[in-house]
């Protein structure tokens, strides 16, 4: 399932996102290292592909040409780390 890293809404491409390409619900940036098959954050650079540039901002656009979207059941960290709070903010209410 292709999902939105922001909103983690499901995506219907019939291609892959171009650089300005954007999210139909949120309007966050497709073509982003958070969307990235290769997007981990314990590896360095937080990015599992060796030959890939560094990028600075995960959440915004950007040109590197090994960019696969990702397509899994498998969130993001920040997606998972966001979906716990979510889950603990309705057990505790929020305060």
Do not use: H, W
Not at 7 to 33: I, M, Q, V
Not at 34 to 48: E, L, P, S, T, V
Not at 53 to 73: P, T, W
Request: include cysteine.
């Amino acid at each position: 399932m292709k999902t939105c890293f922001n909103c983690r809404k499901e995506l219907k491409l019939d291609s892959p996102p171009g650089r300005n390409d954007t999210c139909p619900f949120c309007s966050a940036d497709l073509r982003c290292c958070m969307n990235c098959d290769f997007y981990d954050a314990g590896a360095y650079n937080q990015c599992r592909e060796p030959q890939a540039e560094r990028v600075l901002e995960k959440e915004k656009g950007n040109f590197c040409d090994y960019f696969r979207l990702r397509i899994s059941a498998t969130a993001p960290e920040k997606m998972k780390s966001s979906a716990t709070r979510d889950r603990l903010e309705a057990l505790l209410g929020k305060q």
